[in-house]
């Protein structure tokens, strides 16, 4: 499917030169399909190759995207021009882009602790503000250390030299939907001075291990409440970057070992094969078509559709509305947060009732006796805010429809009067 990135971006020549098809964002809207809309916040210090590493990862999967790039507050480059700078917008305006997914990238202070890290508090409002709003991210290296740490505490342990080189990855949880298609074993470029250990993960707050290494430790973790995915190594890279990092530090004296599975032969003067591509764009097309499945409702499998477009008898409407939840149904009891976000609004319900099936869906139905004070559908938006919802359907006197986790109506309709 085709790809939208800033105009002018040099990722853009490189794509089209590799036969992905690249659009304008105009164009792609014009498209039957809506894209979605994915901000990449690029920490690393060359940011054009990490620019065409994304982009070629998402344009390479079934679902149309489109790219916009994005800087924390604070966050001051010292090795990007500021003609290419011009292509990133301030995090204020990225986030008020209606942003479906959001990438977050290593960065190269993995050795200082977080808090010194001078553009700290803007990153800390990025990943916030992911978790406040239906967003789902993708942290990576350095980035998912900082989510981790930030949204559960969880410390990065310095190691003694730097674990460098291509390892197997074991799958640890293969009926995850991230994973459809891997094989039990997988490679992955590793690049790091410091790790998260599995033993500081704290327990019963919805982190799920997919794939680890004996050797480089936590390759992905899954973050359900919060929608995130971190990911500790580089499926994204190309097959030269190891190559790159290893001259440059041998280039500026530091004592690093020749990346371990890497070079044919160990010799560096062999050409690497990149035997890890596939899984990183297998990764990314998982991901990206979880985020459709949870946003856009099929008629034909769709139990709150269903309910939505049942009849009801308007004279039952005429004294009450009806909502309907649809969430992830892993995590803690998603209703107490329901609950408080109905209470802010000045909502009490008469009547809640919780669906529990086979799959890994919650369906709660709540009822609110009296009239609400705001119209039923943007008491339906405002539940969409609450962390694991993917949709809420309402019902009343003269309407009906469905908000789903990006704050957008995909069915809505109106009730003939009676």
């Known amino acids: 499917m085709p790809i939208a990135v800033p105009s002018g971006l040099p990722a853009r020549k490189a794509l089209l030169a590799e036969g992905h098809e690249v659009l304008d964002s105009e164009a792609l809207r014009s498209w039957g399909r809506r894209p979605l809309r994915v901000c990449l916040v690029n920490l690393m210090p060359n940011k054009p190759a990490t620019e065409l590493q994304i982009a070629r990862l998402l344009s390479g999967t079934p679902i149309p995207v489109e790219l916009i790039l994005s800087l924390p507050d604070g966050y001051q480059p010292k090795s990007t021009p500021a003609d290419h700078l011009a292509f990133y917008m301030p995090w204020a305006a990225a986030r008020s882009a209606a942003i479906d997914a959001l990438i977050v990238t290593g960065a190269p202070v993995e050795e200082l602790p977080f808090e010194e890290v001078t553009y700290w508090p803007g990153l800390c ?35 003694a030299r730097k674990l460098f080189g291509v390892y197997p990855q074991q799958v640890a949880l293969p009926t995850s939907p991230l994973l459809t298609g891997f094989s039990d074993v997988f490679p992955a470029p590793v690049s790091r001075h410091a790790e998260v250990r599995e033993a500081d993960l704290p327990l019963h707050v919805g982190l799920s291990v997919l794939a680890a290494s004996p050797e480089s430790g936590l390759c992905l973790l899954q973050d359900s409440p919060n929608r995130a995915l971190y990911m ?39 050409q690497p094969v990149n035997v ?7 990764l990314v097309a998982n991901w990206l078509s979880e985020i459709v499945r949870r946003a856009h409702p099929r008629i034909s499998d769709e139990p709150v559709v269903q309910w939505t477009l049942a009849a009801s008898r308007p004279s039952e409407l005429a004294s009450h509305a009806d909502l309907l939840v649809q969430a992830d149904a892993n995590g803690p009891d998603l209703l107490p947060d329901l609950l408080r976000k109905l209470g802010g609004l000045g909502l009490v319900p008469s009547a809640v ?66």
């Open 353 to 418: 009732k919780v669906h529990r099936g086979a799959t890994p869906e919650l369906l709660i139905e709540i009822r609110i006796a009296k009239r609400p004070p705001l119209d039923i559908e943007s008491i339906a938006r405002r539940l969409c805010s609450v962390p694991r919802v993917m949709k809420a359907a309402f019902r009343a006197e003269n309407a009906a429809g469905i908000c789903n986790s990006q704050h957008r109506s995909d069915l809505a309709l109106t009730r003939p009067a009676a």
């Open 276 to 282: 890890w591509r596939p899984f990183g764009q297998l």
């Open 125 to 159: 409002d990025i990943i916030d503000w992911a978790q406040n709003h239906p967003v789902s991210s993708l942290y990576i290296c350095w980035a998912a250390q900082a989510a981790l740490y930030r949204s559960h505490g969880v410390p990065k342990r310095s190691l």
């Open 232 to 270: 500790f190594n580089h499926l994204e890279y190309d097959g030269g970057t190891l190559g790159v990092e290893f001259l440059r530090d041998r280039q500026a004296g530091a004592q690093i070992d020749m990346p371990c599975n890497y070079f044919p032969g160990d010799d560096p003067q062999k």
